[in-house]
């Protein structure tokens, strides 16, 4: 799988100005955001690990939308206002991390937590990615989070740093799978997370941009 504009995501998808308070969610201008309100502040009942829960949920949606705008009006204002919302969320997860370790699914359930994931991967922080790739093998480990969510990680920190991935989930932008490590291996790695085969998945992935070229030829 791939991440980004023109990526799947996880199953269970100019450096901007990052405000200090955790709870601002970027929202569209002349919108209302993710909570409802008119402007990015007023999110401060996000209590407790559901409160957190709908934080994630909340900003992983925004995250989406504005994802999906800037794909249907490509543009740099767009992909400014797309990078502001990611980072605004990276700078979140940073702080909740901080104080309360990974969420993890057996905290704030597997849909929370696969928002976590996303937007972690889509962070422009590859410190924060290090360390919470470790969080995430751990929570693995115990039985708190589902196995894929290590393998993403894994493979996102792999590319960045360079070396090949182990599970082959990134993909270029051109969409073919970045290096991958022990190619004669990764479909037994793939299936013992939960991901299907390469092959399966470039599959899945070409009827997808085959039903993409036709909705944008009607």
Do not use: F
């Amino acid at each position: 799988m791939a991440y980004g504009p023109n990526a799947d995501v996880p199953r269970g998808g100019a450096e901007p100005d990052v405000p200090g308070k955790r709870h601002d969610v970027e929202g569209s201008e002349g919108s209302s955001g993710p909570g409802g309100s008119d402007s990015s502040d007023g999110c401060d009942d996000y209590d407790g690990a559901g409160g957190l829960a709908r934080e994630l949920v909340d900003r992983i949606a925004q995250d989406g939308r504005l994802t999906t705008q800037a794909q249907r009006l490509p543009g740099a204002q767009m992909r400014r206002r797309v990078a502001r919302c990611r980072a605004v969320n990276a700078a979140a997860l940073r702080e909740i991390v901080e104080e309360s370790g990974w969420p993890t699914a057996e905290l704030v359930g597997e849909e929370a937590s696969t928002a976590a994931l996303m937007i972690l991967l889509h962070a422009d922080d590859l410190a924060l990615k290090l360390a919470c790739r470790d969080l995430i093998t751990d929570a693995v480990e115990r039985g708190q989070c589902p196995p894929i969510h290590a393998a993403y990680a894994t493979d996102h920190c792999a590319v960045e740093l360079g070396r090949p991935q182990p599970y082959g989930t990134r993909y270029t932008p051109l969409g073919r799978p970045y290096p991958v490590a022990d190619p004669d291996g990764v479909d037994a790695r793939r299936v013992a997370v939960g991901l299907r085969t390469m092959a399966a998945e470039q599959q899945a992935l070409a009827e997808i941009q085959l039903r993409r070229l036709s909705r944008a030829s009607a």
